[in-house]
């Protein structure tokens, strides 16, 4: 079977050379920040059956502001981080780029420029040495695998050192000034994540109580729950589940997460054809992302889509 080579501008992985794949070391205080933005929130995460079990504060209101701020960044990610700015599957109008930018900064998982970065760099080494989060770079038994998994679940990020040249993969997104600025502002999108749900909170139930159950709930919870099915795909994807295209790594097909991540984990179908702006490409695969795109496309906002055409999807099978 034949592979699609993406047009998006991912590096190949280089042979040598002045400009190193890993940037500097984190300074102490960005990595505590990391610490800070994936630890509390998860603690919220861990906390929240609990919480609501003994307390009963749980409102229709919480469930609504949790539901929509979920659904808003998780498409910030989806389809602003990940299949506009990482594989340009779509042209957008500026106001549809610089809205992308901003709800995918509010999901709390690093600035634009250093997101796309990242995934490219993982585009070019997937599953070898050199990709950031890979489950199999320790090796097969029982005890790597385990380790394989919290690396690329979540372990890649507490490592300093694990950073990527953004110059190298990134020089595009370097040139637009919108996106440099939104980057920079990252600690402005960050606040507005966390408060914005306690203010609309409290606003409609006209309540401290409903100021801080929002907050929990919509903002804490929430960031956590995004975070652990955007994280999923970069583990469990690499792991197990179908794989009916060819690629030169491991991702798989996972349909228990495609509605929480999005479509995202129709992993080995992005991985066959990375710049295709369905990663559903088959009867029945749910991808919102997609959906999302296609809605944008018909009200005019974004043009150029590629879609998984016939004679796109028979490549991809062809022997």
Same mark, same amino acid.
Request: glycine share 8%; aromatic share 10%; hydrophobic share 45%.
């Given at each position: 079977?034949?592979?699609l080579?993406?047009? #998006?501008?991912?590096?190949?992985?280089?042979k !040598?050379g002045?400009?190193?794949?890993?940037g500097?070391? @984190?300074?102490?205080?960005?990595?505590?920040?990391?610490?800070?933005?994936?630890?509390?929130?998860?603690?919220?995460? !861990?906390?929240?059956?609990p919480?609501?079990?003994?307390?009963?504060?749980?409102? *229709?209101?919480?469930?609504?502001?949790?539901?929509?701020?979920?659904?808003?960044?998780? /498409?910030?990610i989806?389809?602003?981080?990940h299949?506009?700015f990482?594989?340009?599957?779509?042209?957008?109008?500026?106001?549809?780029k610089?809205?992308?930018?901003?709800l995918?900064?509010?999901?709390?998982?690093?600035?634009?420029?250093?997101?796309?970065?990242?995934?490219?760099?993982?585009?070019?080494?997937?599953d070898?040495?050199?990709d950031?989060?890979?489950p199999?770079?320790?090796?097969?038994?029982?005890?790597a695998?385990?380790k394989?998994?919290?690396? !690329?679940?979540m372990?890649?990020?507490?490592?300093?050192?694990?950073?990527?040249?953004?110059? @190298?993969?990134a020089?595009?997104l370097?040139?637009?000034?919108?996106?440099?600025?939104?980057?920079k502002l990252f600690w402005?999108?960050?606040?507005?994540?966390?408060a914005l749900?306690?203010?609309?909170?409290?606003?409609?139930?006209?309540? *401290?109580?409903?100021?801080?159950?929002?907050?929990?709930?919509?903002?804490l919870?929430?960031?956590?729950?995004? /975070?652990? !099915?955007?994280?999923?795909?970069?583990?469990?994807c690499?792991?197990?589940?179908?794989?009916?295209?060819?690629?030169?790594? @491991?991702?798989?097909?996972?349909?228990?997460? #495609?509605?929480?991540?999005g479509?995202?984990?129709?992993?080995?179908?992005?991985?066959?054809?990375?710049?295709?702006?369905?990663?559903?490409v088959? @009867?029945?695969?749910?991808?919102?992302?997609?959906?999302?795109?296609?809605l944008?496309?018909?009200?005019? *906002?974004v043009?150029?889509?590629?879609?998984?055409?016939?004679?796109?999807?028979?490549?991809?099978?062809a022997?």
């Amino acid at each position: 079977m034949a592979t699609l080579t993406p047009t #998006a501008p991912v590096p190949a992985a280089p042979k !040598a050379g002045p400009r190193p794949i890993h940037g500097e070391k @984190r300074d102490a205080g960005r990595q505590s920040l990391v610490y800070l933005f994936l630890l509390v929130p998860m603690a919220a995460l !861990a906390a929240a059956v609990p919480f609501a079990w003994s307390t009963g504060l749980l409102s *229709w209101t919480d469930i609504a502001l949790t539901v929509g701020f979920y659904l808003l960044t998780l /498409h910030g990610i989806t389809v602003g981080y990940h299949r506009l700015f990482t594989h340009g599957s779509f042209k957008p109008n500026r106001p549809v780029k610089i809205a992308l930018a901003i709800l995918g900064s509010m999901a709390v998982q690093g600035p634009v420029i250093t997101w796309v970065a990242d995934h490219r760099r993982h585009h070019a080494f997937s599953d070898k040495e050199g990709d950031p989060h890979s489950p199999w770079l320790f090796g097969t038994s029982a005890w790597a695998l385990t380790k394989g998994f919290w690396h !690329a679940h979540m372990g890649w990020m507490f490592e300093p050192r694990n950073t990527t040249n953004e110059e @190298r993969f990134a020089p595009d997104l370097l040139r637009d000034r919108d996106l440099v600025m939104i980057d920079k502002l990252f600690w402005v999108w960050t606040v507005a994540t966390f408060a914005l749900p306690a203010v609309l909170g409290g606003l409609i139930t006209m309540s *401290w109580q409903g100021a801080a159950t929002a907050f929990f709930w919509a903002a804490l919870v929430r960031v956590s729950a995004l /975070h652990h !099915a955007t994280w999923s795909t970069n583990s469990i994807c690499h792991m197990i589940g179908e794989r009916p295209f060819k690629s030169r790594d @491991r991702a798989a097909n996972f349909w228990p997460l #495609a509605l929480l991540s999005g479509g995202e984990s129709w992993h080995n179908s992005h991985h066959a054809d990375q710049t295709c702006a369905r990663h559903g490409v088959k @009867r029945g695969q749910i991808d919102t992302s997609a959906r999302v795109i296609r809605l944008m496309e018909q009200a005019g *906002w974004v043009t150029d889509v590629k879609w998984p055409t016939p004679e796109r999807l028979a490549r991809l099978a062809a022997d």
